[in-house]
């Protein structure tokens, strides 16, 4: 049987043995968009976590677009076996392959996983893999991370990430962020401003001292 992607594609509506093999089949092609199309269904297939293997093979496959069809699935499935591999594709030197490893290793995320991703966020030479790190820190900041990231994201050259920098404070921040948060309510960009002015008020809230009722009697 000659494979084409729309014969790859017709076992999504299959659960059986044969759509399984063809599956199998396909993952072994020559041609790598026939390969990258196996990943894709398998990722998708009622039964596809059976043919998990490929899935690992698959990242480490010579063609980028395979790999970058793995990581789809990795991060679809939240299969947080594949932890291991995934944590090596952020160093690729492919930078789309580094984008979406990246945004794969946000749900499957370990604590271990913020100070490599914070490196990429500081130092990658790609704006866009730099600003998937950031998302994806933002996304799985823990109390142990977030004032190395705070402190990062209060300071950068987007708005969007010192807009940020407040959600942190007001989610993480004690009064001794205060000061920082009164800096960027005379930022430049309104949207900050008014992140931060939120912020402050969230801090306020949380440390107003608790004032005790008392009963009279009259």
């Given at each position: 049987?000659?494979?084409?992607h729309?014969?790859?594609?017709?076992?999504?509506?299959?659960?059986?043995?044969?759509?399984?093999?063809?599956?199998?089949?396909?993952?072994?092609?020559a041609?790598?968009?026939?390969?990258?199309?196996?990943?894709?269904?398998?990722?998708?297939?009622v039964?596809?976590?059976?043919?998990?293997?490929?899935i690992?093979?698959?990242?480490?496959d010579?063609?980028e677009?395979v790999?970058?069809?793995?990581c789809?699935?990795?991060?679809d499935?939240?299969?947080?076996a594949?932890?291991?591999?995934?944590?090596?594709l952020?160093k690729?030197p492919?930078?789309?392959?580094?984008?979406?490893?990246?945004?794969t290793?946000?749900?499957?995320?370990r604590?271990?996983?913020?100070?490599?991703?914070?490196?990429?966020y500081?130092?990658?030479?790609?704006?866009?893999?730099?600003?998937?790190a950031?998302?994806?820190?933002?996304?799985?900041?823990?109390?142990a991370?977030?004032?190395?990231?705070?402190?990062?994201?209060?300071?950068d050259?987007?708005?969007?990430?010192?807009?940020?920098?407040?959600?942190?404070?007001?989610?993480?921040?004690?009064?001794?962020?205060?000061?920082?948060?009164?800096?960027?309510?005379?930022?430049?960009?309104?949207?900050?401003?008014?992140?931060a002015a939120?912020?402050?008020?969230?801090?306020?809230?949380?440390?107003?001292?608790?004032?005790e009722?008392?009963?009279?009697?009259?």
């Open positions: 049987m000659s494979l084409t729309e014969s790859i594609c017709a076992p999504l509506t299959r659960d059986d043995t044969e759509s399984l093999t063809l599956l199998r089949d396909a993952a072994a092609s041609d790598q968009f026939i390969r990258r199309t196996a990943v894709e269904v398998i990722g998708r297939h039964s596809g976590r059976n043919l998990s293997d490929l690992l093979c698959a990242l480490a010579r063609s677009y790999v970058r069809a793995g789809q699935v990795i991060e499935w939240k299969w947080d594949a932890h291991g591999a995934i944590s090596n952020i690729s492919s930078g789309s392959t580094r984008q979406v490893s990246i945004r290793l946000g749900a499957i995320w604590q271990s996983d913020f100070q490599p991703v914070f490196q990429i500081k130092t990658d030479a790609e704006t866009e893999v730099r600003r998937e950031a998302w994806t820190l933002r996304n799985n900041v823990s109390g991370d977030w004032r190395r990231l705070f402190d990062a994201f209060r300071t050259a987007l708005p969007r990430h010192r807009r940020w920098a407040c959600d942190l404070a007001s989610a993480f921040g004690q009064p001794d962020v205060v000061r920082f948060l009164k800096a960027l309510c005379t930022d430049r960009d309104g949207h900050v401003r008014k992140a939120k912020a402050m008020a969230a801090l306020d809230a949380h440390t107003l001292p608790v004032v009722t008392v009963d009279v009697d009259v």
